[in-house]
């Protein structure tokens, strides 16, 4: 299994019930290092462009909207399989279809407010931490 890197992002209803350092549990309990961290307050515009991908949906504008609605917590996840592995620990996006003792399933209080982000490729994971921190940003666990 590959060493990857993953950007993870704690949203403003899970900063908002202070759960931060539970979900930090589960990372670090399942193999994931946190390389890269910082608590952020996006503004719509902002978010509109992380968001991109989205453009033109239903739901787009409400997104942008609440994700920059209270500060965030941004992260870079490093270890075996960290991309699959942090959507498992996340769980589906509408926390009432996600698995029993995800994140989601826990902490999430609707398909909107779904406590988490994590990227959900190698590509969408290089683009979407190059978005919020420089190399030297992050600090690499398996670095020789
Ligand atoms: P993810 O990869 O599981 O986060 O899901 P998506 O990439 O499909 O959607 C991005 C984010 O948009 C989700 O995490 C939700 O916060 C939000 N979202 C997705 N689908 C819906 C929807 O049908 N309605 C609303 N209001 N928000 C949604």
Same mark, same amino acid.
């Given at each position: 299994?590959?060493?990857?890197?993953?950007?993870?992002?704690?949203?403003?209803?899970?900063?908002? *019930?202070?759960?931060?350092?539970?979900?930090?549990?589960?990372?670090? +309990?399942?193999?994931?290092?946190?390389?890269?961290? *910082?608590?952020?307050?996006?503004?719509? +515009? +902002?978010?509109?462009?992380?968001?991109?991908?989205?453009?033109?949906?239903?739901?787009?504008?409400?997104?942008?909207?609440?994700? #920059?609605?209270?500060?965030?917590?941004?992260?870079?996840?490093?270890? *075996?399989?960290?991309?699959?592995?942090?959507?498992?620990?996340?769980?589906?996006?509408?926390? *009432?279809?996600?698995?029993?003792?995800?994140?989601?399933?826990? @902490?999430?209080?609707?398909?909107?407010?779904?406590?988490? @982000?994590? #990227?959900?490729?190698?590509?969408?994971?290089?683009?979407?931490?190059?978005?919020?921190?420089?190399?030297?940003?992050?600090?690499?666990?398996?670095?020789?």
């Amino acid at each position: 299994m590959p060493v990857q890197r993953t950007l993870s992002i704690i949203k403003p209803d899970a900063v908002a *019930k202070n759960v931060i350092g539970d979900i930090i549990r589960r990372f670090e +309990e399942n193999g994931l290092a946190v390389v890269a961290a *910082k608590m952020t307050r996006l503004t719509p +515009e +902002e978010a509109g462009r992380f968001y991109a991908v989205h453009r033109g949906k239903p739901f787009y504008e409400d997104l942008c909207r609440y994700m #920059s609605s209270g500060p965030i917590l941004v992260m870079v996840l490093e270890g *075996k399989n960290a991309i699959a592995l942090n959507r498992k620990l996340m769980g589906a996006t509408d926390p *009432k279809k996600a698995e029993p003792g995800t994140i989601r399933a826990d @902490h999430g209080e609707s398909i909107e407010a779904n406590a988490v @982000h994590g #990227s959900d490729s190698e590509e969408n994971a290089a683009k979407e931490i190059a978005f919020f921190f420089g190399e030297v940003e992050i600090h690499s666990r398996n670095a020789a």
